[in-house]
């Protein structure tokens, strides 16, 4: 580990130069500056907040291909009026291939979607606002995946938090109703992942109080053999609610994506916020956490943690396909789409998890297919919001996809670039991204499945899941597709052409998308290895670069590709060729009905969530009686309940 003094002006002025700190610390103090800034002049402070954004990307390239994995974690030893406090906090930031690599994606997707706000939001009324709380999102997404220590970590996990809430709620100073629903849905996106604040609060507590430190290599070298098992089964069962929390996975999905009749969800921000949100940071902050602690909970047996990700992989993925096939909202089917392809990864952490101590080939191969996936996904997810915000800011704010069509000759490039985001996200194979990140996710999965280790029927739930979800993902894609630039073009539809900014970042999304399709699998593969080689643990897993050869591969590449094509046809025969809906079948048949109304209620999570909430309001009412205000009543109330507890210590 190398040590950085902090007790001069000149080591803080330093510090500014080391790229691992500078990388967080430029877009967090530019959203200060930027706020100064704006008091003289708004298209500077605006150019100002993209380069910031900006210059965190290209540090971020810097660490990823230029990174020393030999010395990875730097200690930091503030002193403060000639006293050394390190001692007492223990902070450090760690550069490892998992943290630069993420920090890259947070960062360089960032930075395209900031360029794209200089176009998106230049009529927005709010524009300091929006800019201070962007860069502030980017440095922390960057603070939390490079932190070294919990406290680090918990801190960079609370700026998204935070940052989250006020983008979501960015335009609350609207009219009604937008204004109430935007104000609804950043406060519903707080408290849901608030959720998940506490629970890694109290995970990461325990680890402190258990091993008296909160050095994440330390802990990583020391919780399988100094942590009992109950313990280590609750951190990570904690640290699990954590990452369902902020990834909007089953059963917390609603504050990502709501029923339109609820219509309270993350999507009442700006689109640019949802491509932020959905690609670049906060839904991908579970996925890096439990990426963190896989050579922790790993070398474990915590299988109530590996059982319950299986489980609710599956059921987010199938359930939330469900209702991006049935959506209208263009920003919606997106949204739901995300919580699906987020479960997806949760998949490959499943294997990876399962497969740590009976298979390491398979294991590294469920992990490092999470890791490309998550790669895809920003970069396709990106490519598809940016489209949809520039369709949406053509359309005049039309957000219902019903209302459009024929738009192909209108918006060419945003056809173009939209069909390969919804190639990618449809995981169409030999071209783009999508393909191969969630074929080597399935093929980890099913390789597992047929291990014959003793929990490989887990296996087959996870893939299972997957192949059920691969089909419907490409129907709600496509259908997508069709819907906005195929079919006749409504007669009142009055479309504003999009500007070079916006044409140009989703083009360079889109040829993004392609290239990683190509590269991403030899980047990743010779990428992470330095990973295993130098991870903080007793017995490092070694990369092993024949994956591709395992048994079921082909087959399930096979499937893959006949699951994507029947959900092509099906798609295709129905939204561009046929009547361009389903409802007059679905009419026909109870089930397809009630299936139906169910996925396009979202399951009815959010009916359960307000019926949960009216239980415990009317139990709080009746409970408020006790108070009397008399206060002979209350210390007769206080001197009962003592005496109750003190009977059940002495009896048991």
């Known amino acids: 580990m190398a040590s950085w003094h ?9 510090l500014f130069l080391q790229p691992w700190f500078s990388i967080f610390a430029i877009p967090i103090l530019g959203a200060v500056i930027s706020a100064i800034i704006g008091k003289f002049s708004t298209e500077i402070r605006n150019y100002f907040s993209v380069a910031t954004i900006g210059i965190s990307a290209l540090l971020a390239s810097y660490l990823v291909f230029a990174g020393n994995w030999e010395e990875q974690v730097i200690l ?72 070294g220590d919990l406290v680090i970590l918990f801190f960079g996990w609370k700026i998204m938090g935070v940052c989250s809430y006020f983008l979501i709620a960015h ?74 929390s902020k990834s909007a996975q089953f059963p917390l999905i609603t504050w990502l994506s709501s029923p339109r009749r609820i219509n309270i969800d993350a999507m009442q921000g700006p689109t640019t916020v949802s491509a932020l949100i959905h690609a670049a940071t906060m839904v991908k902050a579970g996925v890096y956490l439990l990426s963190r602690f896989y050579n922790v909970f790993g070398p474990t047996e915590v299988e109530p943690f590996f059982i319950t990700i299986a489980f609710i992989a599956a059921i987010t993925a199938i359930i939330s396909a469900a209702s991006a096939l049935v959506s209208i909202d263009i920003k919606r089917v997106l949204a739901y789409s995300t919580v699906s392809q987020i479960a997806y990864m949760f998949m490959g952490l499943a294997v990876g998890y399962l497969a740590y ?104 739930i996870v893939y299972g899941a997957g192949i059920i979800t691969a089909p419907l993902t490409a129907i709600y894609a496509f259908r997508f597709f069709f819907l906005i630039f195929y079919g006749e ?12 900014i916006m044409r140009g970042v989703t083009s360079s999304l889109a040829i993004l998308v392609i290239a990683t399709g190509f590269l991403g699998p030899i980047l990743l593969n010779n990428y992470f290895e330095p990973m295993f080689e130098h991870v903080a643990y007793h017995n490092p897993l070694r990369y092993i670069p024949d994956l591709v050869h395992q048994p079921m591969a082909f087959f399930n590449m096979i499937l893959a590709i006949s699951l994507v094509a029947v959900g092509f046809t ?27 109304n169910i996925a396009e209620e979202g399951f009815y999570l959010d009916v359960l969530y307000n019926e949960l909430l009216d239980l415990f309001m009317r139990f709080n009412w009746k409970l408020r009686k006790l108070q009397s205000g008399d206060l002979n009543y209350n210390t007769v109330g206080i001197v009962v309940v003592l005496l109750a507890i003190l009977i059940v210590l002495l009896l048991f």
Not at 204 to 232: C, H, M, R
């Open 6 to 14: 902090i007790n001069t002006l000149q080591s803080v002025f330093l």
């Open 76 to 147: 930091l030893n503030p002193t403060v009026f000639n006293y050394n406090i390190h001692g007492f906090f223990n902070n450090s930031i760690m550069v490892d291939p998992l943290g630069a690599f993420v920090a890259l994606i947070a960062a360089g997707l960032g930075f395209l979607i900031a360029l794209f706000s200089l176009e998106y939001m230049k009529d927005d009324d709010a524009q300091g606002r929006y800019y201070f709380f962007l860069q502030l999102f980017v440095g922390g997404m960057v603070l939390f995946v490079l932190a």
């Open 171 to 244: 335009w609350f100073h609207k009219p009604d109703p937008q204004g109430t629903l935007c104000a609804k849905s950043g406060i519903k996106a707080f408290l849901m992942t608030f959720v998940g604040d506490i629970a890694l609060l109290i995970a990461l507590g325990i680890l402190w109080l258990e091993l008296n430190t909160i050095n994440i290599k330390i802990i990583t070298v020391e919780f399988a053999t100094n942590v009992s098992p109950d313990l280590q089964t609750l951190v990570a069962l904690f640290i699990l609610l954590g990452a369902i």
């Open 357 to 460: 101590y009976e298979n390491q080939a398979i294991s590294i191969e469920g992990f490092m297919a999470t890791q490309f996936h998550l790669l895809s996904h920003g970069l396709f997810k990106a490519l598809l919001f940016l489209s949809a915000g520039a369709i949406i800011h053509s359309l005049h704010d039309e957000r219902n996809i019903k209302h459009m069509g024929g738009l192909k000759n209108d918006l060419p490039v945003l056809h173009w670039s939209t069909l390969i985001g919804v190639c990618a996200l449809a995981g169409v194979p030999f071209l783009f991204n999508g393909g191969y990140s969630k074929e080597a996710i399935l093929g980890s999965a099913i390789n597992y499945a047929s291990s014959g280790a003793r929990l490989a029927s887990l296996g087959w």
């Open 489 to 500: 073009k409504p007669e009142k539809l009055k479309i504003y052409k999009p500007g070079p």
């Open 570 to 596: 099906i798609s295709y025969l129905i939204y561009y060729k046929g009547p361009r809906t389903i409802m007059p079948t679905v009419r026909k048949y109870w089930v397809l009905s009630a299936f139906y």
